[in-house]
């Protein structure tokens, strides 16, 4: 299996930008295909924000295109989400999500969730 590690969220002001960074460990080889980063409200079902494939097409959410970016570095298996004029409304858990294969077993794997609070 492989574990998934995030990082840079926090507490920012709104209009501020924050850089989420999620890393994928694993013993065994791997390959990644599609990953993601979800968010989440409490009481609200979460949400796709940004996917990025294997060949670095990108999809946004209509809620944060232009504000945020989507990037992967295969080299370092490491997918980043660079969010900019941050809006209070984006105040949320995010959570990466990453989907591949190491030899035959397929894997959906999450990430742990990181907090961004965006203060108005």
């Known amino acids: 299996q492989v574990q998934l590690v995030e990082s840079g969220g926090g507490l920012v002001q709104a209009g501020g930008s924050l850089r989420l960074s999620c890393g994928v460990k694993s013993e065994r080889s791997f390959s990644l295909n599609v990953m993601n980063w979800y968010r989440q409200v409490p009481g609200k079902q979460r949400e796709l924000v940004a996917s990025?494939?294997?060949?670095?097409?990108?999809n946004y959410d209509d809620s944060v295109k232009g504000r945020f970016t989507i990037s992967r570095d295969n080299a370092k298996s490491t997918v980043y989400l660079q969010m900019n004029s941050l809006k209070a409304e984006d105040t949320a858990v995010y959570s990466c999500?990453?989907?591949?294969?190491?030899?035959?077993?397929?894997?959906?794997?999450w990430g742990q969730g990181t907090q961004v609070t965006v203060s108005s």
């Open positions: 999500n990453v989907r591949g294969r190491s030899y035959t077993t397929v894997f959906d794997s």
């Open positions: 990025i494939t294997s060949d670095g097409k990108t």
